[in-house]
T-cell receptor
Framework: AQSVSQHNHHVILSEAASLELGCNYSYGGTVNLFWYVQYPGQHLQLLLKYFSGDPLVKGIKGFEAEFIKSKFSFNLRKPSVQWSDTAEYFCAVSGNQGGKLIFGQGTELSVKP | DAGITQSPRHKVTETGTPVTLRCHQTENHRYMYWYRQDPGHGLRLIHYSYGVKDTDKGEVSDGYSVSRSKTEDFLLTLESATSSQTSVYFC?????????????FGPGTRLLVL
């Protein structure tokens, strides 16, 4: 079955700490991978996406993610978090037909000032 | 931000009553989706639409129906609301189905079924 797993449910960091959020997927065939963010009280918005090429993808607000095919992983990273990064982060995967997204459970990030 | 609105934004209803949620877009995107968001489950696809009068079921479609009579509107109906349908409902749109397109999300509707 197709699935996405985010291992960390709630992460608490201090400002300037480095961030890495895990994402593993189970999906047959070619995959397209996404990270979405939901700031408190707001709708989901795209952070970054990967579908081919350089496995290290850079997104908005200093975020990046690395696709490691052998590990079925697409972890999200940021070298130095800010209080404004407090949000819930969702990893998602789609195939090459239909455009339907399968989401992980989400990781809530709290950044202490 | 993509032009997506959802109405109502908040609703409280009683078990057994029908409820209709509306998603309206001004982007002229062909593809529209309804998701529900629940703690510990992320977002799960309820129904989606590939065009006017062209809809299909998603992962958690039981108890829900949809209609799309115009490109800009996608309606989600809970035929007889149950407490398990208490959730936050998000509409999304995209302009293709290759799998690489970004989906743009609406602001959400928070539904409480008593």
């Amino acid at each position: 079955a197709q699935s996405v797993s985010q291992h960390n449910h709630h992460v608490i960091l201090s400002e300037a700490a480095s961030l890495e959020l895990g994402c593993n997927y189970s999906y047959g065939g070619t995959v397209n991978l996404f990270w979405y963010v939901q700031y408190p009280g707001q709708h989901l918005q795209l952070l970054l996406k990967y579908f081919s090429g350089d496995p290290l993808v850079k997104g908005i607000k200093g975020f990046e993610a690395e696709f490691i095919k052998s590990k079925f992983s697409f972890n999200l990273r940021k070298p130095s978090v800010q209080w404004s990064d407090t949000a819930e982060y969702f990893c998602a995967v789609s195939g090459n037909q239909g455009g339907k997204l399968i989401f992980g459970q989400g990781t809530e990030l709290s950044v202490k000032p | 931000d993509a032009g997506i609105t959802q109405s109502p934004r908040h609703k409280v209803t009683e078990t057994g009553t029908p409820v209709t949620l509306r998603c309206h877009q001004t982007e002229n995107h062909r593809y529209m989706y309804w998701y529900r968001q629940d703690p510990g489950h992320g977002l799960r696809l309820i129904h989606y639409s590939y065009g006017v009068k062209d809809t299909d079921k998603g992962e958690v479609s039981d108890g829900y129906s949809v209609s799309r009579s115009k490109t800009e509107d996608f309606l989600l109906t809970l035929e007889s609301a149950t407490s398990s349908q208490t959730s936050v409902y998000f509409c999304a749109i995209s302009d293709g189905t290759s799998g690489r397109e970004t989906q743009y999300f609406g602001p959400g509707t928070r539904l409480l079924v008593l």
